[in-house]
């Protein structure tokens, strides 16, 4: 089921990658911030004019994007214990448990959802132990979005955080948010939603951005999805975790900020290909890592180092997903299921 979304990924990145779009982080363009930024629920005021292409593909305008927050509600993340049948059920990658990539929609702060494929979003809704819908929003909310096979619009799903304000800037979609604890918020854009004309996945293709990243206050990172990659930190600016299926991407980035850390990365056991993986510094020097400890069930490791803080790359990760299934990196201090 998650071949349609990622051929749509893979061809957006593509069409990203031909018009200079980088793959290595960076720092994002500015946006609004707590401070100065407009009330949370946007206007369509704020949203530029869309233009269907000749060709049938949508042409988006950089700069910012009205959104509508159809929903809000309490939130607190489920216990291991209380997702391990999710986590067994073989819908989404078990027995005995999901693959990192799939396990990495547990820890994640954001969801991003294919609002007119239903089926696209039954494996990261239900990792991520929210019970949101995976069809359209809430119609008593989102009403004038609730038929989303007429509409081009993206949908985000927000833990712990608020959105402030949302731009685009070619394919890169950034999302100022906030610190809101304890709730979750299901996010629809640009407000009102793009009618589209012709091929349904030829619009969708021009029209979804291939990178987000949702940023702080103070614009640090909270969390960042390209294909086939996601890493994600808390409010103080550590790692929560880094992971990959290596599909699209040849390398794993992330940062380590606020004090030196152990982190460990994980692969599904027996899964993997040994003795290929190597850790990297910003320089490109080699970073020594020590010897693997012992992994709970189901999983191997494939990493483990103590880090000081700065930025880090690991390559040489197995890419056959069939075999090596990802890498999940967290601090060591994390538990697995």
Known sequence: MRGLLFT??????AAAAACGGESAPRTPTPVATARSAPPATATAANTPAYTPAPSGLVEVPDGPMAFRVCTTAPWTRPTLAAMAPTFADGRFGGPPLPSPDLLSHYF???????????SANVEPVAL???????????ASTCADYANAAEFLFERLVLFDLEPVAIRRDGSRLTVAARWAPGTTRDVVFPDPPLRHEGSRGRADIGF???DLEVTGPAGETIFEERAGHRAAYDATGRLVFASTTLVFEPALMFIVAGGPMTVVGYSTAGRFEPGTVRLLDAAGNDVRMAAPGTPPASWEEVLRATLAPGAYTVTGINKDPDRGGGVLIVPAATALP
Request: charged fraction near 5%.
């Open 8 to 13: 749509a990924l893979a061809l957006a990145a």
């Open 108 to 118: 994640a702060p954001v969801l991003r959802l294919v609002p007119n494929i239903a």
């Open 128 to 138: 991520s132990g929210t019970n949101l819908g995976t069809g359209t929003p809430a």
């Open 208 to 210: 979804r951005a291939a």
